[in-house]
């Protein structure tokens, strides 16, 4: 597709299991963004990467999260034993470079219980 | 204090009117500035960036005050189909932040006949 991709669109992990969710980002985009939106909120910046170089992770919440995109296309952001207060949209955007025109994905809806 | 702030809404007004919203931020640095908007359990999509001398797409006029740190949104003769929360975003060059976007946490609008 011509859009970025989100997958899986929903999950709902248990209390304390890891999740790994998945961006695929428009080709050939440089820039590649993560953002955890809570209900009510407007999107939080969590980490941004340029190709594979994660330049900014100061919004991870804590060392629990963690994302990489080993070959500059492809993101992964994973949380470790997920907590209540995970529970949230986690929305990928990407763009050609830098933020002056940014595409989002549909999101992944993460429901811990 | 955040770093962008919005009216906390909700309008609700009827189709045809006239209706402003505003948004402030706390960075004198910030460099770009934008207004996203975001239906309901969809993903946040540009609808115009904001710039110095103001401008106007359609039935949108935005307008930013570097001086006051404040941008708003008008949206004139007001459709049903304009029903969404409207985002102001910050491209706020922080230590924090990096290259990321800031989000207010919206403003939602609700137009009906």
């Known amino acids: 597709g011509a859009g970025v991709s989100q997958s899986p669109r929903y999950k709902v992990a248990k209390r304390g299991q890891d999740v790994a969710l998945r961006c695929d980002p428009i080709?050939?985009?440089?820039?590649l963004f993560w953002y955890q939106q809570a209900l009510g909120q407007g999107p939080e910046f969590l980490t941004y990467?340029?190709?594979?170089?994660?330049?900014?992770k100061s919004g991870l919440p804590s060392d629990r999260f963690f994302a990489e995109r080993p070959e500059g296309s492809v993101s992964t952001l994973k949380i470790q034993r997920t907590q209540q207060e995970d529970s949230a949209v986690y929305l990928c955007?990407?763009?050609?470079?830098?933020?002056?025109?940014?595409?989002f994905g549909e999101g992944s809806w993460l429901t811990v219980v | 204090r955040k770093e962008v702030e919005q009216d906390p809404g909700p309008f609700n007004v009827p189709e045809g009117a006239t209706v402003a919203f505003n948004c402030t931020y706390s960075?004198?640095?910030?460099?770009?500035f934008f207004w996203y908007r975001q239906d309901c359990r969809k993903e946040p999509k540009l609808l115009m960036s904001?710039?110095?001398s103001g401008n106007e797409d359609g039935r949108f006029t935005a307008q930013l005050n570097r001086a006051s740190q404040y941008i708003s949104l008008l949206i004139r003769d007001s459709k049903l189909s304009d029903s969404a929360t409207y985002l102001c975003?910050?491209?706020?060059?922080?230590?924090?932040?990096?290259?990321?976007?800031?989000f207010g946490k919206g403003t939602t609008l609700s137009v009906s006949s």
């Open positions: 975003v910050v491209n706020t060059h922080s230590d924090q932040a990096g290259t990321a976007l800031i």
């Open positions: 955007a990407s763009s050609l470079s830098g933020v002056n025109t940014i595409y």
């Open positions: 960075n004198s640095a910030s460099q770009s």
């Open positions: 080709s050939g985009h440089v820039s």
């Open positions: 990467f340029q190709n594979e170089a994660q330049l900014d």
């Open positions: 904001v710039y110095s």
